[in-house]
């Protein structure tokens, strides 16, 4: 993989890892969202790592909101049934606003990347918190919850190949 960054070594290490297996995996253009403690969009072209996008996470968000405003609780966003849009209850309001909000996001970021390159994308994403906001994407994306344990084992076989003929 080629990273266009400015300083290669920045790259966080999990995202190189999901990036080395989408490109493996799916057709590109690629993007590849990644749902942890940051929300990020990598935008990869053929082998070519073209740039990222980082967003504060799911949980981040969440506990911003009730940190920070005085009169917001702390609460949870695991519900049995799906969260309406419309909150009636203080709760409600926030988990609608923090799971719509970041689903939202998600899209939106999406159309903006097709827009600045001028073709679609295929989109898979990856991390803990995905599961929780795609089913609130209006996009359908897919979830492949083993991209960074795949990445890594790739990178591990062709390290591995490299050393064995040195
Ligand atoms: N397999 C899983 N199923 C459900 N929740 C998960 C799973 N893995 C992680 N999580 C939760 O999802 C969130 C993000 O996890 P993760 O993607 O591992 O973040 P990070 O990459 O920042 O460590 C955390 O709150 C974690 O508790
Ligand atoms: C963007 C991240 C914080 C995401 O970490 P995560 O939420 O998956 O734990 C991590 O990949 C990181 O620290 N990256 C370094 C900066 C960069 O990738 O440009």
Redesign the pocket.
């Known amino acids: 993989m080629n990273i266009k960054a400015e300083i290669h070594n920045q790259l966080g290490s999990?995202i190189v890892a999901s990036s080395v297996a989408a490109i493996a995996k799916y057709p590109s253009p690629i993007v590849m969202v990644?749902?942890?403690?940051?929300t990020s969009l990598s935008l990869i072209v053929g082998s070519v790592y073209e740039g990222c996008i980082i967003m504060p996470?799911?949980?981040l968000a969440l506990d911003a909101l009730s940190e920070r405003a005085a009169a917001l609780p702390p609460i949870s966003i695991e519900t049995a049934s799906p969260v309406g849009l419309m909150g009636h209850t203080t709760e409600e309001a926030m988990r609608s606003g923090v799971l719509y909000g970041h689903a939202s996001m998600v899209d939106g970021m999406l159309e903006r990347i097709e827009e600045s390159i001028g073709q679609s994308v295929t989109t898979v994403a990856?991390?803990?918190?995905?599961?929780?906001i795609l089913r609130y994407c209006k996009r359908p994306i897919q979830y492949d919850?083993d991209l960074?344990m795949t990445g890594l084992y790739l990178l591990y076989q062709k390290n591995a190949k490299k050393y064995r003929k040195a």
Do not use: Q, S
């Open positions: 999990d990644d749902m942890g403690t940051a996470g799911l949980a990856t991390g803990g918190n995905a599961p929780r919850a960074i």
